[in-house]
């Protein structure tokens, strides 16, 4: 096993957008040396720096912000926390490789099943790759603005790397990474299985981002209306169907928890709502297809979350 790092390690943060910058703003408030990626916000960052307007911590400022257009300007980084969109994959490995320190530990703070792997192929080797599940509530309000509306947990599992045979090197490093998250007074889990925990995430992105984006509306009104709550679970029951034939174990009783914990939340906009809102892209190959051609592959069909992934695609061809 290699010895971790004993200085403070050096924190890059790639894409600084809702994720990215509260993470990256509540990292350097507790005295971590930050370097923060931004694309369209860097002028109004550089002059303004980030704010967080948070209902659990307050009005926070970060003023000012080592922040960078170029990440070949940036300085070598151990560890890496990428909050672009997943849509963007496949661009961004020569960037990390630019920012990385030698054995850089990067995060994909990003929702979506393997997401990691369409990065994995185009990174260095020597790099390790964590999956990051974000269970926050957070969006851009605007440049260098991010509201923080509720939670804020970071659920962190090995998925590749030279650790990738080294059952107590992975458990170090994913520790290593979540006490990184601690010492800035953000919970903080070690996963066991990246994989299975992504299947856990997509009990709750699968039926309420798609359907706010369909239905044009947050969870509030979802809630409280009958026929979008049977719709809501019945999309968990079969995202839950396909994590098994997956081999991924879902207890039943936890669709439920996220259904009862949606409804004591105060109305939500999910990510997705935002980007259709924005005219992005949306992350529909992470979040849809990608758990469905995998439930397929098992010989499992999920025919409501196949609709609703086909009623998207068409919403978000034309959305351009
Ligand atoms: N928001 C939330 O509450 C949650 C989000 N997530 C997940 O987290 C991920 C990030 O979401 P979120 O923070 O909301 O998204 P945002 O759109 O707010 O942020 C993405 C950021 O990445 C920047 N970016 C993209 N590509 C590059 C690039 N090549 N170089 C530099 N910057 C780049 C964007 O810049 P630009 O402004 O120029 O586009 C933007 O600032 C997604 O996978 C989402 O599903 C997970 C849980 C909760
Ligand atoms: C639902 C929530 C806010 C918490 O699980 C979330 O994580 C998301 O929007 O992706």
């Known amino acids: 096993m290699t010895a971790l790092s004993s200085r403070s390690p050096r924190i890059g943060i ?4 809702a994720i990215g910058g509260y993470y990256g703003l509540m990292l350097a408030r507790a005295g971590f040396d930050v370097h923060f990626l931004l694309r369209s ?5 550089s002059q303004h720096g ?7 911590h307050g009005q926070l400022h970060l003023h000012p912000v080592q922040a960078y257009a170029c990440a070949a300007d940036m300085p070598p980084c151990d560890w890496l926390l990428v909050g672009t ?8 490995a020569p960037t990390i ?6 054995n850089a530990k990067v995060v994909l703070l990003q929702n979506g099943l393997d997401v990691e792997d369409s990065l994995r192929e185009h990174l260095p080797a020597s790099l390790h790759l964590l999956g990051g599940l974000c269970y926050i509530g957070v969006h851009r309000s605007a440049p260098g603005v991010v509201e923080h509306q509720a939670l804020g947990r970071v659920n962190l599992g090995y998925h590749s790397g030279t650790a990738a045979n080294d059952e107590a090197q992975q458990k170090a490093i994913v520790e290593e990474g979540a006490g990184l998250f601690h010492r800035a007074g953000i919970e903080s889990q070690a996963m066991a299985n990246v994989h299975q925990a992504r299947w856990h995430k997509l009990v709750w992105n699968v039926p309420y981002n798609g359907l706010s984006v369909l239905l044009g509306t947050g969870t509030k009104a979802m809630m409280a209306d009958e026929s979008s709550r049977e719709l809501i679970q019945a999309l968990m029951a079969e995202v ?3 994590a098994h034939a997956c081999g991924h174990d879902i207890p039943a009783s936890y669709a439920g928890q996220m259904f009862t914990m949606t409804e004591t939340m105060d109305d939500y906009l ?4 935002h980007d259709h809102e924005h005219k992005r892209p949306l992350e529909l190959a992470a979040i849809y297809a990608r758990p469905l051609a995998a439930a397929r592959a098992a010989g ?4 409501r979350m196949q609709a609703l992934y086909q009623a998207l695609s068409f919403i978000d061809r034309h959305n351009g």
Do not use: F
């Open 14 to 17: 790639i894409g600084t957008g």
């Open 41 to 45: 916000e860097y002028a109004a960052v």
């Open 50 to 56: 980030l704010h967080v307007n948070s209902t659990v």
């Open 85 to 92: 969109k997943s849509t963007g994959n496949v661009d961004l």
């Open 97 to 102: 490789a630019q920012v990385a320190a030698p």
């Open 240 to 242: 839950v169907q396909g």
């Open 270 to 273: 999910p990510s997705m709502y």
């Open 300 to 303: 499992c069909e999920l025919p």
